[in-house]
């Protein structure tokens, strides 16, 4: 809208008597509010870098460090101890010729209150520091806090009592550690020694000494050096090295997505539920450039999490490269990308500064529904480009996308604040076969037709025509608890927006908006070459998701056992019972504690766990010696996930010798062999955040499904779940039909694995 009010603001002709200028008022008068907000918006950035950079003093402190510096002057006494009077003796001649002598004593006192406040400001941003570099307390049991860890929680709620910003603890947070190679190698090794025959042991163990004493202390030595000029030395390197420079299809293999409701649709208009979706985004979105946002923290605890995957969640996107893909982030963007039917459109979302109404977006939305117009040539299957391999997606774009119309049309996808898609098909567990519907819903939203949906972007909505939702987002820009927080909110729309009677959004509509822009293209024919590849991929995929309703958290927690360690058993029981064996298991953990930290993997098979499902499946041992192998399992579980937690995992730290052993072009076999091994149960837990959003006591049907992913090994499994409230787990599995052995829909191995540990 602003680029159009921009072309017709005026308008001019030459005529014999010389220019006849014309100017459109309406339309300049909407550039100037629209620059308005502009201007706002830099003040706010401006205001909060001064606040949070403060953090944890605040602004008005340096008004009480000034007053109390002047009162103690004036009782003739020296705070500075003679600091006050070099700093006179310093100070620009010419202040000397136009101020008094008081003048001048006033102005070194300002100067030296100035250095002084920011001084205590240093000084507890680094106390700040220290106490959040402190984690024993995550090793204690619950009801056994030691002294130390009471005094260090007091001293941390004393000096985060004041109101945070979102990013106000980034400059506090400690940086990763190192850990010491011979504890990495040691923890290693301890995790495949279940996986392991005596010979395969003892000759990974000799591969692991030699590679200590040969290479891997001169790694070590290169990565302490990183770690001391990085903010942390994993994130830039797992970013470009894991997702970037990933040449495969995104699509199922590293996009991810999130559920609605699992009952409950809070309206069956596709145009209003969009409306509301949106506005919940934009509303998420302007709080997040306010950073009003709370600080993520430790569930139950005043501890702060990392907030920096948060800055490239809108306006954000994913471009192909020959070698290595680029995350291409801009400040703002006042319309989101739509498609529906074949077609794309631009949807201006504010008008004159002015953000539109839900009311006014559901108008507009259903403009673009009742849009008769058909797709160009090739324009319903532009988006399997992002959807296939990454370098012929480059050359395409390089080649058709670099200029003209096809240039303007792509960008006005890429600089969108996000993507969404008007699906003409109805999901949801619905019909007369809910299991089958579940199925089908996440299928959907993994990889739709594979070109309904524009995988580069950070995230894509999806508004089905049923009024059902669902999301699908990007990876290499930040990992699911971050896009779980944006959805919790997007989803809890029917409590805080609210529907009317009929099902529309609410607010009044301003019929004087201009309609929704068609993007115009001129497609290449090579775009089936890229579709054929992603179809494949896609129809490979079986996806099975099931409420699992026996029990709950609440059960398991009377038990007195983590409901993440009970659930981990269970997979490993679930996988032995599946293949008759044990795999390596990955589990995601986050390392947010850290500054910039994302994940570290949690080995969920471990010896303790591999004993307990053994003693139950053989059937010899009595049942309290199982009950009890079970506890040792998941205290060694709880004890992995804290490791991982506070930086003392395996596998990063690993990641990044052999990176660095790649930079100085030597090859390790231990590393090789180490980062070669598949991972075939891959796991990963999405944490309810804000509970108080849905008010499950009071609406009992507004149960999350939560989200999953992708299986990570061709032979393997992808298991996602989410812990819902005190009674239900929700189990979202997918796999491969290529591969015999796995099969996402064996309800009967999955949904009664827990019934076993939990007798």
Not at 543 to 557: A, D, L, S, Y
């Amino acid at each position: 809208m602003a680029e159009a009010h921009q072309a017709v603001a005026f308008q001019f002709t030459i005529t014999p008597e010389g220019i006849d200028l014309q100017l459109s008022y309406q339309a300049l008068n909407q550039i100037y509010l629209s620059g308005v907000r502009s201007w706002k918006k830099r003040v706010s950035r401006m205001r909060n870098r001064v606040i949070k950079g403060v953090y944890p003093a605040s602004p008005s402190s340096w008004l009480f460090v000034v007053i109390a510096i002047l009162v103690t002057m004036y009782m003739r006494s020296d705070p500075s101890m003679g600091l006050i009077a070099k700093i006179q003796q310093h100070l620009p001649l010419s202040l000397h010729v136009s101020l008094s002598a008081q003048g001048q004593n006033i102005v070194s006192a300002l100067v030296f209150s100035t250095l002084l406040w920011l001084s205590l400001i240093l000084a507890l941003r680094l106390c700040l520091k220290l106490l959040l570099s402190y984690h024993q307390w995550m090793f204690e049991k619950h009801g056994q806090v030691s002294n130390t860890t009471k005094v260090w929680v007091t001293l941390v709620r004393l000096l985060s009592s004041r109101k945070p910003l979102l990013y106000s603890y980034q400059t506090s947070l400690p940086h990763l550690p190192v850990p010491a190679i011979r504890d990495t190698l040691d923890r290693y090794l301890e995790s495949v020694r279940p996986l392991l025959t005596d010979p395969e042991f003892k000759r990974m163990t000799e591969l692991a000494n030699e590679f200590e004493s040969s290479l891997g202390n001169r790694l070590q030595r290169y990565l302490k050096l990183k770690a001391l000029w990085a903010t942390n030395y994993v994130s830039d390197w797992w970013e470009e090295y894991i997702y970037l420079r990933g040449r495969s299809p995104i699509m199922v293999n590293s996009n991810y997505y999130g559920m609605d409701f699992l009952y409950v649709t809070p309206t069956p208009v596709q145009a209003a539920r969009a409306g509301n979706t949106i506005t919940a985004l934009l509303l998420y979105r302007r709080k997040l450039n306010r950073e009003e946002l709370n600080p993520s923290r430790v569930p139950g605890t005043v501890i702060p999490l990392c907030a920096a995957q948060c800055e490239r969640m809108f306006n954000t996107t994913r471009t192909p490269g020959a070698d290595t893909d680029v995350l291409q982030h801009w400040q703002d963007s006042e319309f989101v990308a739509v498609y529906h039917n074949g077609r794309y459109f631009r949807l201006w979302v504010y008008r004159a500064g002015r953000l539109l109404s839900p009311r006014e977006i559901e108008y507009q939305i259903q403009r673009i529904l009742d849009d008769p117009s058909p797709p160009q040539a090739g324009e319903d299957k532009l988006g399997a480009l992002t959807a296939g391999d990454r370098t012929p997606w480059s050359q395409i774009r390089k080649q058709y996308f670099s200029s003209g119309g096809n240039k303007r049309s792509l960008d006005a996808i890429e600089r969108a604040a996000f993507f969404v898609t008007l699906d003409n098909e109805e999901q949801g567990m619905r019909g007369e076969d809910p299991a089958g519907n579940l199925d089908r819903y996440a299928k959907s939203l993994l990889h739709g037709k594979c070109y309904d949906r524009w995988f580069d972007k950070s995230f894509s909505i999806v508004i089905y025509k049923n009024g059902k939702n669902g999301l699908n987002a990007e990876h290499s820009w930040a990992d699911a608890p971050t896009v779980a927080h944006l959805w919790e909110v997007c989803v809890s729309d029917a409590f805080h927006l609210g529907y009317t009677e009929d099902g529309h959004c609410k607010g009044e509509i301003d019929r004087s908006l201009p309609h929704p822009q068609r993007l115009t293209w001129d497609i290449p024919t090579e775009v089936s070459s890229s579709l054929a590849l992603a179809q494949a991929l896609a129809d490979d995929v079986d996806c099975h998701v099931f409420p699992f309703r026996e029990f709950g958290k609440g059960r398991i927690k009377k038990l007195r056992i983590s409901p993440d360690a009970f659930i981990q058993i269970g997979l490993q029981l679930a996988y032995y019972r599946d293949r008759g064996g044990f795999s390596l298991t990955y589990e995601a953990s986050m390392t947010r504690l850290f500054r910039e930290g994302r994940t570290e993997t949690v080995r969920s098979c471990s010896n303790e766990s591999c004993a307990f499902v053994k003693a139950l499946e053989g059937g010899e041992v009595k049942f309290d010696h199982c009950r009890r192998l079970f506890r040792l399992a998941s205290e060694r579980h709880q004890n992995l996930y804290r490791m991982a937690m506070t930086g003392a995992g395996i596998d990063r730290h690993l990641f990044c010798l052999y990176v660095v052993s790649k930079y100085l072009g030597v090859d390790s076999p231990f590393l090789k062999e180490v980062l070669s091994e598949p991972w075939r149960l891959s796991t990963s837990q999405t944490p309810v955040q804000q509970m108080e959003l849905f008010d499950l006591k009071n609406n009992p049907d507004f149960i999350s499904l939560g989200g999953g992913f992708g299986p990570v090994a061709d032979d393997g499994y992808g298991v996602s779940y989410i812990i819902v409230g005190e009674d239900m787990i929700n189990f979202h599995v997918s796999s491969k039909y290529s591969c015999s052995e796995t099969v996402s829909k064996s309800t009967q191995k999955y949904s009664k694995i827990l019934l076993p540990a939990e007798k």
